[in-house]
């Protein structure tokens, strides 16, 4: 008897892990590992979602029209090149199997998005990660990678989980290095804490383009991770693509409301992306006058960086022995990082002081001992 079997690629996968949300014995978490907004959910958005109990038993719209309506509006899209996917995992996975599989190489950088290489692996693709320059995707390393079997170039920009950014020259010279025939895929999920001349979240660029594409996602300023919802924005013949292979009703009732809401919610974007800038200069200086090395961020977090995995193991136990819950990044290949999120003023005010206590104890915590 030979018992059922996936595809061999599929065992290669390891698991994606997410960031953890509770600490063994300790009641009140302070959960800094996945990046959510420091806000909590926008009000308008829980009315939203509360009034749609009564409609459960529909179905949803299976083209979300009034959302990438509203999406369209606030963004100044045309809402017919944009689909929703359920979070833009989604809406990665869909692209990986649709343009990638056996023989239809990937390329991404060295620290990007871990779904990248999860999804291109199980589409049968073979997953190329090119080396980077202080943790940012460098251009002329991924123009080297392409090869006549590249189909698809994935950027997360900025990334996750160093927080590096590209500027709109930079990814302009990306474009213009690839092929016709690969599409690039910009993954903006932080974009909307962004306000630097130099940065352009994909719009221009699938706007000049027939073969970029560019996603975005509900799950970080807008605070509605647990609803799944991320788009994608992208030319007439990529969308037409994600609508054959998409699920018919990918985004439920609940997340349908709940995102239109939240896109109206009066001065959460601001408020966020203020918040963010203050509190993650804040952290940044607090932890590097602790003398920690903070890489720069352009996102929602910071990637702490302790120089060896012992200490970064060290400084994780003890901020959960506290009750504060941060990334280990040694998925990423950063074993010596930990990512943190930008959360409240309290919030950063108790990480800075857990991370200096940390730092200037170096006899009671182990991987310390040799620090003079
Ligand atoms: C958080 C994140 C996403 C996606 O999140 P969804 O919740 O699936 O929309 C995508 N890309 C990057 C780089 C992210 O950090």
């Given at each position: 008897m030979t018992p059922p079997r996936p595809r061999p690629e599929v065992l290669e996968i390891s698991p994606y892990v997410g960031g953890e949300s509770t600490v063994p014995?300790?009641?009140?978490?302070?959960?800094?590992?996945?990046?959510?907004?420091?806000?909590?959910?926008?009000p308008g958005a829980q009315e939203a979602y509360r009034r749609t109990a009564e409609e459960l038993h529909r179905y949803p719209d299976g083209d979300a029209a009034e959302l990438r309506r509203a999406i369209g509006a606030r963004f100044k899209l045309d809402p017919a090149r944009i689909v929703c996917g359920c979070g833009s995992d989604d809406l990665i996975y869909q692209l990986c199997l649709a343009y990638g599989g056996h023989g239809r190489d990937i390329v991404m950088s060295a620290?990007?998005?871990a779904i990248y290489h999860i999804a291109g692996t199980y589409a049968g693709s073979r997953v190329i990660k090119t080396p980077e320059r202080d943790l940012t995707a460098d251009v002329d390393a991924l123009l080297a990678a392409v090869s006549a079997s590249t189909r698809l170039v994935f950027l997360a920009n900025p990334n996750n989980p160093t927080g590096s950014m590209l500027s709109y020259e930079e990814v302009a010279r990306l474009r213009a290095g690839l092929p016709q025939e690969v599409l690039l895929v910009l993954d903006?999920?932080?974009?909307?804490?962004i306000d630097r001349p130099?940065?352009?979240?994909?719009i221009r660029i699938v706007d000049a383009t027939d073969n970029t594409v560019m996603l975005r996602t509900?799950?970080?300023?807008?605070?509605?991770g647990g609803m799944r919802i991320g788009w994608a924005y992208g030319p007439p013949a990529v969308i037409d693509v994600f609508n054959r292979v998409r699920?018919?009703?990918?985004?439920?009732i609940a997340a349908q409301a709940a995102a239109i809401a939240a896109l109206a919610e009066p001065g959460w974007v601001e408020k966020g992306r203020a918040h963010n800038k203050e509190y993650r200069a804040k952290l940044t200086e607090g932890l590097r006058a602790a003398r920690i090395k903070v890489w720069p961020s352009e996102g929602n977090f910071v990637l702490a960086d302790f120089a060896t995995p012992e200490r970064a193991k060290a400084a994780d136990e003890f901020m959960r022995s506290r009750g504060a819950i941060t990334r280990p990044v040694g998925g990423y290949g950063l074993p010596h990082c930990l990512r943190i999120t930008v959360g409240t003023a309290e919030e950063v005010e108790i990480v800075i002081a857990t991370l200096t206590e940390f730092m200037g104890s170096p006899g009671q915590v182990p991987g310390l001992a040799s620090r003079a």
């Open positions: 014995g300790v009641n009140r978490v302070l959960k800094l590992s996945s990046n959510e907004g420091a806000f909590g959910v926008p620290h990007g998005f903006a999920a932080y974009a909307e804490y130099d940065y352009d979240p994909g509900f799950s970080k300023i807008f605070g509605l699920a018919p009703f990918n985004i439920s």
